[in-house]
């Protein structure tokens, strides 16, 4: 596959729609405010027609990066690789919604908090209708303020002890020598107003396996109702310790998606958790 490398240089640019914008300094993000809509959001528009958009809306928190290379119509998920400076590129599944140029984080929050120290971020996708690798060269500014405005909007932390425990996690999301000892087992949300959900939650654990303060890291449609069917199916689920069940289970961290999808008008299932896609550090 072709690689193709694009840089792009920031432009001062506001979200459309959008009733208030400004800057708190030359060098932070673009902010949007909209009381009637209860959005808030900092943003970086470059020349190359990128986007990157940190927003709280309704208080629920996303980001996102648009002005991709279209996926196909009906996808769900793509793969995004970021590098932020010289450090390991860390790559993995984005949301796809209805707009095919963007990729929507599996982790705002956590991603938001990152990219608040500014530099120069790379970002590579796939282009499939070129049937090439892209990869954009973004020298994003530092946000001093309105980042840590989006976070406070949606009482998501600035700083949060959360971020470092990813580092632990196995390709399953769950830490070394955990595994599940009864699944989570949500529901389809009532109504079936849409026809596929995703949610990333992070839990910590009792002694005693049990999951508790849990956290929706992100919920893509947020008027679905995923969330909060997802929360719900965590009522039963258990971990324990591989290889010794009856042992106390070390307090940890686990992170994990719930993928929902209706197969037809009589059935719908669940598809989770996931245990073969890895939820990189600072996504």
Known sequence: MRNVFIIGSVLVAALSGSTAAAQSGADDWDLTENAERRLIAASAT??????IVLRCANGQYDALIGGLP????????RTVSLQFGEGPASEGQWFVGTNPT???SRLPARLARELRDGGMVKVRVADPAAGS???YDLDLPASAVNIDRTLAACDR?????????????????LPGGIEWA????????????????????????TPNGRLQDCVVE??????????????????????RVAGAPDAPVPARMILFNVNFRMESESEAAWRGPETGTRLPRNR
């Open 133 to 135: 690798r892209v990869r």
């Open 46 to 51: 470059f020349s190359t027609g990128v986007t």
């Open 70 to 77: 279209p996926v196909a119509t009906g996808t769900s998920c």
């Open 102 to 104: 963007a990729a929507i």
């Open 157 to 173: 932390p600035t700083e949060d002890v959360r971020d470092a425990l990813v580092e632990d996690l196995g390709e399953n999301g």
């Open 218 to 239: 992100s919920e893509y449609p947020l008027a679905g109702g995923f969330a909060r069917s997802a929360l719900a199916g965590l009522e039963r689920a258990r971990i």
């Open 182 to 205: 009864r699944a989570p087992e949500p529901r389809y949300p009532s109504g079936r107003t849409f026809e596929r959900g995703l949610v990333t939650l992070s839990c910590l654990n």
